[in-house]
């Protein structure tokens, strides 16, 4: 081979030869162009997916951190105390009475003044098409048809069984629809491209409807309207986030709480018993599977079938099997006190802990038991409590006795005892609902995800042969093109929201099955603007959104950045290599990325190839500070814990009134720092909660202390895309794209 | 890509480690693999301008006996370090581009039209694809005129390249 740059300076053939070259350097020049645009999507994209997915883990280890807590915390003082009780026993523990009144929608009046869609039942077509018109027109539904909807649509999938079993026989074609995430606009477009349901139109929607979009309840009204109109040809599954713990972190939550400030409370707790009625699976023609995220290699389709699926009401983990050391390490400190707040079940005598004086104690207690027998005994009692209300609603099958009698210790098996599901059972709901597939051989835990696994050909081929089925229709990943083939294209991948991480970040698709079986896709963008910008524009908006929240994320971590670009600087020259550069930043936030590949959009300004790394991190933060009177290291932590911090608020904001009070604050920054290996003080603390409060009542607004960073990401928007504007209000309350 | 300075050990290290990463961005099954179809891409965004025909030749020199589709990081790598190293294939500098626009602009008009841009690239030298095709003059026709205003579009497409 030649030397490359075979290009002379001159033409001096023929024209036509001239031609021939003068297009081959265009060409040339072009494709490497385009091949340049490539990587930086490709780099986007695996930021956006990596950052999701640590984000995914954060969520794991705050439940985790819950666990430890229950284990390890040795509450010092009364407040302290009931804060943990209220975490821990949640607000699934409905006290008798009120579970009658969450039921009740005819109490809630319909005001004159109300301009939103009627609903009656039964329900019949033209009402379920008036809601989508409706919403169309942004009008919200009255919480008492809210109320009533889910009512019905509880009462509907009661009926139904694990696995829905449909044939193409029925209906000509049938539809899948992937994960829609709240995004109402992707929706409403399926329907308008593909029609409306009927009963020659077949739907499945394979879950995840909620959090992150801001439509996640109407998206809800609408596929439940359709079902109760049309059930035979209308079916939903469960997704991962069809599930109360997620959604209290991913935006659903906080958007119920938004849009119906009287009666969330109770459309959210109704909706947990909605949730874990749905179906887990669905199957066509006994040939093709439809599941949310993918299976194991335990996977077991009769074991699926069989289970009472109604008895998980998350599969998000909520206690760890206790491992054999911490049990060791136990008994020798003080054991965990552990109360509960409810008063129909009878306490547990379980106040250990002698030197901790003064408590108010109430039932002395003759014995100390070792702490996994704590747990069980408070899960059971968790367990004890909800069986009483769902006694109450006629849902139960068991008689639950007035009295919890003392029980014998269990043995040490791996089985735990998850509300009434063993292990086993759980773990095939959670494989079901969270696992990926991956091009390897073989069967692993999914770490990305904290559940489920990560499903290899052969897993797939099995489950194909032991159950005689053709493939696998699964959703639970973005993809580029709204869907993708793998495993020798007997696993298929349907993802319907497109723009899900930013604006023209990816299409969404759906996919058609007439008799045959053979799969149609169709795919789509909802968002004009998209269509008209090139592919350059296109990639550049998506870039600058990854890049901005990588920059967050580096911002989080200037602190640990410091400590290992230091490291490499050990002469104190305050210089270091690009190089060197690469390597810390990797080893400081573990996200997997091309570090080279994204370093010059990420640093601008080199001596010699030499970075200041000092005025680089300066430079870093001065975008990101907002507040001079907080401090630099304060706000970084905070803002590197936003989304754990948000979760735990309005888990402790058990009346959902969006303020908690000083004292509160104080006790959870206080629980999550010692957890988290934080150090921060507490005169810190206190002057961090003074200068939130605005209005000096003593209490701070949750929502006012997010915008406080909410704030800091909206100026810099203003700044950088004025020609991006969109005709959206931003609702600070409102959950919103963004990285959670 | 800045150029980096290429003597010595550290400077061969580090060009070792540009080709892994971007190498990773492609290796879906993080088994030291790419498809070689994105070949091509890894190599041009390292910094390199191959025409079609020289990138088949460097396919060729790291594809494996019996070609499996795939390219392994270990044959890969030798290569594309000499590549970097002897600095071949080099991106093409403007004044040479602005020419080559020149050359096809027959009657020197200071345009293309957008019947004779497309005839030129996708019937001379290494033909574009339809898609190819398209994503250029989404960017490069000024829908006004139909016309290619190339010198324009270089600059816009220089200030982007930064």
Known sequence: MGSGSSTPHHFVLQKAESAFKAAVLIQRWYRRYIARLEMRRRCTWSIFQSIEYAGQQDQVKLHDFFSYLVDHFT??????????????????????????????????????????????????????????????????????????????????????????????????????????????????????KNGLPSPERSYVFNGDFVDRGKGSIEILMILFAFMLVYPKEFHLNRGNHEDHIVNLRYGFTKEVMHKYKVHGKKILKMLQEVFCWLPLATLIDGKVLIIHGGISDKTNLELLEKLERHKIISTMKYTKKPEKEKLVEESRSSSPWFPLKSRSVPSSPLRLSPQKGSRSASIPCSFIPNRKEISKRVRKSVQLELEKCRQQVGVSEFKVQEELPLLPPESELDSCDLEGVNYEEWKQVADILWSDPMPQEGCKANTARGEGCYFGPNVTEQMLQRHNLQFLIRSHECKPEGYEFCHNRKVLTIFSASNYYEVGSNRGAYVKLGRDLIPHIVQYQANRATHTLTMRQRISRVEESALRALREKLFAHSSS???????????????????????????????GLPWRVLRPQLVTHTTNNMLEYKSWLNDLAKEQLSHENIQSSLLEVLYRNRSNLETIFR?????????????????????????????????????????????????????????????????????????????????????????? | MADDKDSGEMGLQEIQKKIKDAFEVFDHESNDTVDVREIGTIIRSLGCCPSEGELHDLIAEVEEEEPTGYIRLEKFLPMMVKVLLERRYRPIPEDLLLQAFEVLDAAKEGFLTKEELMKYMTEEGEPFTQEEMEEMLSAALDPETNTIQYRDYLAMMVIDEN
């Open chain 1, 651 to 740: 888990i402790i904001d058990s009346d959902h009134s969006g303020l908690i009070s000083f004292d509160e604050f104080r006790q959870i920054w206080k629980l999550f720092s010692s957890h988290m290996n934080i150090d921060i003080s507490d005169e810190s603390i206190c002057d961090l909660a003074r200068s939130i409060d605005f209005n000096k009542d003593g209490n701070i607004d949750i929502n006012e202390f997010l915008e406080a960073f909410r704030l800091v990401e909206q100026s810099y928007l203003e700044d950088k895309d004025s020609e991006l504007k969109t005709s959206e209000t931003s609702d600070s309350s409102c959950s919103s794209q963004g990285i959670h």
């Open chain 1, 561 to 591: 950045l410091l400590g290992a670009f230091k490291s490499y600087d050990l002469d104190g020259t305050n210089f270091i290599t690009l190089s060197d550069w690469s390597a810390a930043v990797e080893s400081v936030l573990h996200l």
């Open chain 1, 75 to 192: 509450p010092s003082s009364h407040n302290e105390r009931d804060f943990l009780s209220c975490m821990f026993t949640e607000k699934r523990l409905l006290k008798d009475p009120e579970m009658e009144k969450y039921c009740d929608y005819e109490s809630i009046e319909v005001p004159d003044y109300y301009t939103g869609p009627h609903v009656s039942f039964p329900l019949l077509p033209d009402h379920a098409t008036a809601l989508v018109e409706a919403f169309k027109q942004k009008k919200q539904l009255h919480a008492r048809y809210v109320v009533n909807i889910l009512h019905e649509a509880r009462n509907h999938l009661i009926q139904l069984p694990n696995i829905n079993r449909i044939s193409t026989c029925y209906s000509e074609e049938i539809t899948v629809c992937g994960d829609l995430h709240g995004q109402l606009d992707d929706l409403i477009f399926i329907f308008y």
